[in-house]
């Protein structure tokens, strides 16, 4: 059971990595836009949250969390090694390649990233189950935990970040004795 949650899970994190990317290439309105909804922490923490808050077993909620983060991580960082964006054509100046360089900096960010996508996503999947299972105390201390976890990376991106983070919580608390009669 966990094994195919898991996979569509990291198929849903290789969607949200290669979505970053192309955010981060675009110009204009569409890279703006696909920054906001797949490229910034606070869209990586929400879906983690939402990986966890939607699955069922606690232990398949904390690991398609991590699975979704960890191939978001590698999807991105992949391409933009492959693709070369960021290092191959960099130089330093007095003209000799940057390329070493910036790929170990490329290689460093990805290992940072992968190790708070395991972190991170077994507290965000673990957050996102207990909001939507836990006895009602537990589930509204979660949401605050999760609110203040996302409104720190959404402050990131700006103060209007906030006011969304507010409304995903108070509707997660809405839906849950929806959910929970499924």
Not at 42 to 53: I, N, Q, V
Not at 112 to 126: D, K
Request: charged letters at 10%.
């Amino acid at each position: 059971m966990i094994t195919r949650v898991v996979v569509w899970c990291a198929a849903a994190g290789l969607v949200l990595g290669l979505t970053a990317y192309a955010g981060d290439e675009l110009d204009g309105l569409a890279g703006t836009i696909l920054h906001f909804a797949a490229g910034s922490g606070f869209a990586w923490g929400c879906a983690g949250l939402l990986a966890g808050y939607l699955l069922r077993p606690r232990r398949a909620s904390a690991a398609g969390a991590v699975a979704l983060l960890v191939a978001a991580t590698v999807a991105y960082y992949t391409t933009y090694a492959v693709t070369g964006v960021r290092w191959y054509r960099m130089y330093h100046e007095d003209g000799t390649s940057a390329a070493p360089d910036a790929m170990r900096n490329l290689a460093l960010a990805a290992a940072f990233w992968l190790v708070a996508s395991v972190a991170g996503g077994a507290v965000l999947g673990l957050l996102g189950h207990a909001i939507r299972r836990g006895p009602a105390r537990f589930a509204l201390a979660a949401t605050g935990l999760a609110f203040v976890l996302l409104a720190g990376a959404g402050r990131a991106i700006s103060l209007d970040a906030i006011v969304p983070a507010c409304v995903a919580a108070v509707v997660l608390l809405s839906l849950r004795p929806v959910l929970r009669s499924t």
